[in-house]
């Protein structure tokens, strides 16, 4: 049974452009996390989605940061016009109800 | 309002017993979770109470008092592969509250 998965596992991006990061959950999870982690920092929470919806989008960035989990697919959390802040890792979990919630790998994004 | 305090870091000895504290203050409140995250790793599940009292996970206790707004993390027969950043994170309503960790240290 696999686990989270994400990808890519590092992306590098200029200022400006466009980062997409994928993230599909554990089978049988219906419920998506996405997090941010600064270097020494804790897990800030981002957005919470289930199929189709959006359910709690209280800690994404107003401007430049979007997320869907489509009802087939991957979720996609997307970052336009990336800057240097935008550096961090960005950790998507899923769980099968709101409780425990297991982690995938991670993405890296480094913007230069 | 909302809190959570866990002590930024711990230091112990390899074979020994530690304990890490969390308090929180949240409303809506439904358990507490606790996760391990190596350097460069992603969280790694550990335990969840979501009722009072402790629950034991081989070298891992975890605790809850939920009239104390207070849970702990207990790691017994310490290794050094225990070095690692804890976090307490406790449910509300549709998402888990993560703060910034523990760092434990272990020294052979």
């Known amino acids: 049974n696999a686990g989270v998965m994400q990808n890519p596992r590092h992306l590098v991006r200029r200022r400006g452009q466009e980062a997409r990061l994928r993230c599909s959950p554990m089978?049988?999870?219906?419920?998506v996390y996405w997090y941010r982690q600064l270097p020494e920092e804790g897990l800030k929470f981002m957005v919470y989605?289930?199929?189709?919806?959006?359910?709690?989008e209280s800690g994404m960035p107003k401007e430049r940061f979007s997320a869907e989990f489509p009802k087939e697919g991957p979720s996609i959390l997307r970052i336009q016009q990336v800057v240097r802040g935008d550096s961090a890792a960005y950790f998507c979990?899923?769980?099968?109800?709101?409780?425990?919630?297991?982690f995938g790998p991670g993405t890296r994004l480094t913007v230069l | 309002g909302q809190s959570l305090e866990q002590p930024s870091e711990v230091t112990a000895v390899e074979g020994a017993i530690v304990q890490i504290n969390c308090t929180y203050q949240?409303?809506?409140?439904?358990?507490l979770s606790w996760y391990q995250q190596h350097d460069g790793g992603a969280p790694t599940f550990l335990s969840y109470?979501?009722?009072?009292g402790l629950e034991e996970t081989g070298r891992f206790s975890s605790f809850l008092s939920r009239s104390d707004s207070y849970g702990y993390l207990l790691l017994q027969e310490l290794q050094m592969k225990d070095s690692a950043s804890y976090f307490c994170?406790?449910?509300?309503?549709?998402?888990?509250?993560f703060g910034k960790g523990t760092r434990l240290h272990i020294l052979p």
């Open positions: 989605l289930q199929k189709e919806n959006i359910i709690d």
């Open positions: 994170a406790p449910g509300r309503d549709d998402k888990i509250i």
């Open positions: 949240t409303s809506g409140f439904y358990g």
């Open positions: 089978k049988g999870h219906s419920h």
């Open positions: 979990a899923s769980s099968a109800r709101t409780d425990t919630q297991y």
């Open positions: 109470n979501a009722l009072d």
